[in-house]
């Protein structure tokens, strides 16, 4: 599935940039919406944001209401690599769990296969 965007709506016939497979920019404060949802967005609707000193997410894909694929940008000196990223999320209901899928890592044998997990930090985790 894609993203719903609040507030944006593509006009008949023009392309879609949320189908678009480049990853161009960083997400900015983005709320990614179920299809076909229509009005202002709930406590729930995750917002995405990388706009900030490395901050990298390019793309969010919505896929069940617990469930998004995310799209990195490349690194800045290499474009062949995204092993890294960076993002906040707000507009998280309490108690709610998301299920984030790194879908475009270019590094197929990293660490988290080993057993290594994200770094995350949140209001009800304040600790790293």
Request: a neutral charge.
């Amino acid at each position: 599935m894609r993203s719903a965007v609040y507030g944006e709506s593509p006009e008949p016939g023009d392309a879609d940039p949320l189908v678009s497979e480049e990853v161009v920019g960083n997400v900015s404060k983005m709320c990614v919406l179920p299809p076909g949802y229509r009005g202002p967005p709930r406590k729930g609707h995750l917002i995405f944001d990388a706009n900030f000193e490395s901050g990298n997410l390019g793309r969010v894909d919505y896929i069940t209401e617990i469930e998004y694929d995310i799209f990195i940008r490349p690194d800045t000196c290499n474009p062949r690599f995204r092993v890294w990223f960076y993002f906040t999320v707000e507009n998280i209901k309490a108690d709610q769990r998301v299920i984030f899928n790194i879908v475009n890592f270019s590094k197929t044998k990293s660490l988290y296969r080993e057993g290594m997990s994200p770094v995350v930090r949140s209001t009800s985790r304040p600790k790293w």
